[in-house]
């Protein structure tokens, strides 16, 4: 069995290949990510983080390589096995919170469980716990609209880690804050990720916050490159 959470070997991606305005994306890209680990993605705008992010999490396909998650290749399952790990294996966070506005903040993180066959109970006490972790328990019964933004994202993260997966995969998470808030988010983040002791990749501008992670890979011109 890999020692490796996440693999992704030889990835290439390109848009409009064959015409013009063709644009090359990815180029060989290799990026191995153990349990417990935290690695910080740097990259400008544009230079391909999100889709890189989305190839890793079987949101999108590469045009040549491989992706493993927990040691088994992702390659070549159909849509519907590829549904089935992204609901149980992968927890994604992005810029915006993308919570349902009709339902409260404890709801959006328990119809995830019951969507995935938990008990209301169980899947409610789940939720409770890692409200608490991120400190906004008390905040439970309230809708997105009645919550800060930063209250928001925190429950976002929770909504990402509500069916226990194995790897996290987060599109600049404080990217929509101010400075000061970003920072309280991002702590809670990653007291949650260390608390679970999955693998995450992280997308961020912040270097400061990249800096808070186990290590840093940056990606220009289609590249990856340690830091």
Same mark, same amino acid.
């Given at each position: 069995?890999?020692? $490796?959470?996440?693999?992704?070997?030889?990835?290439? +991606?390109? $848009?409009?290949?064959?015409?013009?305005?063709?644009?090359?994306?990815?180029?060989?890209?290799? @990026?191995?990510?153990? +349990?417990?680990? *935290?690695?910080?993605?740097?990259? /400008?705008?544009?230079?391909?983080? !999100?889709? #890189?992010?989305?190839?890793?999490?079987? #949101?999108?396909? /590469?045009?040549?390589?491989?992706?493993?998650?927990?040691?088994?290749?992702?390659? +070549?399952?159909?849509?519907?096995?590829?549904?089935?790990?992204?609901?149980?294996?992968?927890?994604?966070? $992005?810029?915006?919170?993308?919570?349902?506005?009709?339902? !409260?903040?404890?709801?959006?993180?328990?119809? /995830?469980?019951?969507?995935?066959?938990?008990?209301?109970?169980?899947?409610?006490?789940?939720?409770?716990? #890692? #409200?608490?972790? *991120?400190?906004?328990?008390?905040?439970?019964?309230?809708?997105?609209?009645?919550?800060?933004?930063?209250?928001?994202?925190?429950?976002?993260?929770?909504?990402?880690?509500?069916?226990?997966?194995?790897? @996290?995969?987060?599109?600049? /998470?404080?990217?929509?804050?101010?400075?000061?808030? !970003?920072?309280?988010?991002?702590?809670?983040?990653?007291?949650?990720?260390?608390?679970?002791?999955?693998?995450?990749?992280?997308?961020?501008?912040?270097?400061?916050?990249?800096?808070?992670?186990?290590?840093? *890979?940056?990606?220009?011109?289609?590249?990856?490159?340690?830091?």
């Amino acid at each position: 069995m890999s020692d $490796y959470t996440l693999e992704v070997a030889g990835i290439t +991606k390109a $848009y409009n290949v064959g015409k013009p305005n063709a644009v090359t994306v990815l180029q060989g890209i290799d @990026l191995q990510v153990k +349990k417990g680990e *935290v690695v910080a993605l740097v990259a /400008p705008s544009g230079a391909g983080k !999100s889709t #890189l992010l989305h190839i890793a999490g079987l #949101l999108d396909t /590469p045009d040549t390589g491989t992706v493993s998650i927990a040691g088994r290749d992702m390659t +070549k399952l159909g849509d519907r096995k590829r549904t089935a790990v992204r609901r149980d294996d992968v927890g994604f966070i $992005y810029q915006f919170h993308h919570l349902l506005p009709e339902f !409260s903040a404890i709801e959006n993180i328990v119809l /995830p469980q019951l969507a995935n066959g938990v008990s209301q109970a169980e899947a409610t006490a789940h939720a409770m716990d #890692l #409200l608490a972790r *991120v400190g906004i328990a008390e905040r439970a019964d309230h809708r997105p609209a009645a919550l800060s933004g930063g209250e928001q994202q925190r429950v976002a993260f929770c909504r990402a880690l509500a069916n226990q997966p194995t790897l @996290l995969l987060a599109d600049e /998470p404080t990217g929509n804050l101010d400075p000061d808030t !970003s920072d309280r988010v991002f702590d809670a983040l990653m007291e949650l990720v260390r608390g679970t002791g999955l693998a995450a990749v992280i997308a961020t501008h912040n270097l400061e916050l990249a800096a808070r992670m186990d290590r840093m *890979v940056r990606l220009t011109a289609g590249r990856l490159e340690a830091l």
